[in-house]
């Protein structure tokens, strides 16, 4: 039930990029330029993104105090509101107004997922359960443009898409409401262990804080969990970046239709389903140490893909863009996914796992917001070419933050084969 309630986020998320086209025509109509039209909704996008940021940060101690599926559902319902408010809007001040808040109130759903993951899960098996939950967000998104897409190629216009997604998420909110558990102990069964070496130690098996001091202080105090959150920043630039202009990319440059840039923008989700699962499930077979090492390379070998897209020709072909987002795909998004995710399970336990994935993602969509409105500015005076350019460094600079954190997490694994017994507490991520 999880993965499918979050799947239908995406309904009521991707609904903006796969429409931006078409809203874009809507407000040519009224006589906005078309560059300035790119921009205004850059600024939206942006806005939405900045809103997001602001809600994850409290939407993880929410969950950590209060449980899971009340997050989880605030967030269904609400963006059901929101995205029935921007169908009926008629401009770009009741659009920001109804794309703000249908951000903000979505941030509460994935805290509210990875607190029920860690009372369900067994630390061992993190990095392949998250990968799985997190084809909610990429199968789901993929699904659900291909869905918007064949509903733009028979009519359907930008408001009829923003009604049916809400209607379906609807849905997904009444089922979620009845079936989803906060916890085994709900069914009679006992719930697994979380990771004894979480910056908690033995009082991560415990489900909620006892204070806010006692929940935030470990996560400041860690200088691995603040390169993480750097991690964060990059990855989530990348893909922020793709999972809004892709359309419009396909279209511009590509020379695509609207409905067949819409379906063909799937190929980044999908491909980034693909690689959660393969790396979640390499990671927790490698070890730990493993995830860092796997980021490095996909950050490093994404910036090889993201000036291929800059650089190359692509005249009269429409396969080898297609191509190169989805190596930018399964290059970047499996490596994103480790860090809200298994490694925020892996700081947190149970007690804190909401809010280490809070103030990763929080943090990482500060960057996002660069996604929107700077993208839209460089792509409008430097073209596609110089948006690709700028990510690729970009990803080059987040790629050394991803060696950092590959040598701590090498020299932390040897500790702890040198400590004496039973001394574990924060061995990886003190």
């Known amino acids: 039930m999880m993965f499918a309630g979050y799947s239908g986020y995406?309904?009521?998320?991707?609904?903006?990029?796969?429409?931006?086209?078409?809203?874009?025509?809507?407000?040519?109509?009224k006589g906005i330029a078309a560059d300035v039209a790119r921009i205004r909704l850059g600024s939206i996008a942006s806005i939405g993104v900045l809103a997001y940021a602001i809600g994850k940060f409290p939407s993880g101690s929410t969950a950590d105090f209060f449980g899971g599926k009340r997050n989880f559902l605030t967030g269904m319902i609400g963006s059901v509101l929101f995205t029935l408010l921007f169908a009926i809007g008629g401009g770009v001040p009741i659009f920001t107004l109804a794309w703000f808040g249908n951000r903000l109130i979505q941030s509460q759903g994935w805290a509210g997922m990875v607190k029920i993951t860690s009372r369900w899960f067994s630390f061992s098996s993190y990095g392949t359960v998250m990968g799985v939950i997190s084809l909610s967000y990429l199968f789901g998104d993929a699904v659900s443009r291909q869905f918007m897409g064949m509903l733009i190629d028979r009519g359907l216009?930008?408001?009829?898409?923003?009604?049916?997604?809400?209607?379906?998420?609807?849905?997904l909110f009444a089922a979620s409401t009845l079936l989803i558990k906060?916890?085994?102990?709900?069914?009679?069964?006992?719930?697994?262990?979380?990771?004894?070496?979480c910056l908690f130690g033995e009082r991560g098996d415990a489900p909620?804080?006892?204070s806010l001091t006692a929940l935030f202080a470990p996560f400041l105090k860690s200088k691995t969990f603040w390169l993480v959150c750097l991690l964060s920043l990059g990855t989530t630039l990348v893909r922020e970046t793709f999972n809004l202009w892709t359309p419009t990319y396909f279209v511009d440059v590509v020379g695509m239709t609207k409905a067949a840039a819409a379906a063909k923008s799937a190929v980044f989700p999908l491909v980034g389903g693909f690689s959660v699962l393969i790396v979640?499930?390499?990671?927790?077979?490698?070890?730990?140490?493993?995830?860092?090492?796997?980021?490095?390379?996909?950050?490093?070998?994404?910036?090889?893909?993201?000036?291929g897209l800059a650089l190359g020709d692509f005249r009269g072909s429409a396969l080898i863009p297609v191509l190169l987002v989805g190596a930018v795909a399964f290059l970047v998004i499996g490596p994103y996914a480790y860090l809200g995710g298994a490694i925020a399970l892996d700081f947190g336990g149970k007690q804190g796992s909401a809010t280490a994935s809070g103030l990763i993602d929080g943090v990482g969509y500060l960057a996002g917001v660069l996604a929107g409105l700077s993208v839209a500015?460089?792509?409008?005076?430097?073209?596609?070419?110089?948006?690709?350019?700028?990510?690729?460094?970009?990803t080059l600079i987040t790629s050394i933050a991803a060696a950092a954190y590959?040598?701590?997490?090498?020299?932390?694994?040897?500790?702890?084969?040198?400590?004496?017994?039973?001394?574990?507490?924060?061995?990886?991520?003190?």
């Not at 309904?11 to 078409?22: E, I, N, T």
């Open 208 to 210: 909620s804080p006892p």
């Open 10 to 29: 995406y309904l009521c998320r991707s609904d903006f990029s796969v429409a931006l086209p078409l809203i874009s025509a809507d407000l040519a109509a």
């Open 406 to 430: 590959l040598v701590q997490q090498v020299r932390a694994l040897q500790l702890q084969e040198t400590a004496p017994a039973g001394d574990t507490t924060g061995a990886l991520y003190g």
């Open 377 to 394: 500015q460089v792509s409008v005076r430097y073209g596609w070419r110089g948006a690709f350019i700028a990510l690729g460094c970009c």
């Open 157 to 171: 216009g930008w408001r009829q898409l923003f009604f049916v997604a809400a209607g379906i998420l609807l849905v």
């Open 280 to 307: 979640g499930f390499l990671s927790d077979k490698l070890g730990r140490a493993a995830r860092a090492a796997i980021i490095l390379a996909g950050l490093l070998l994404s910036a090889m893909a993201l000036f």
């Open 182 to 197: 906060e916890s085994p102990l709900e069914i009679g069964e006992q719930e697994p262990r979380s990771n004894p070496l």
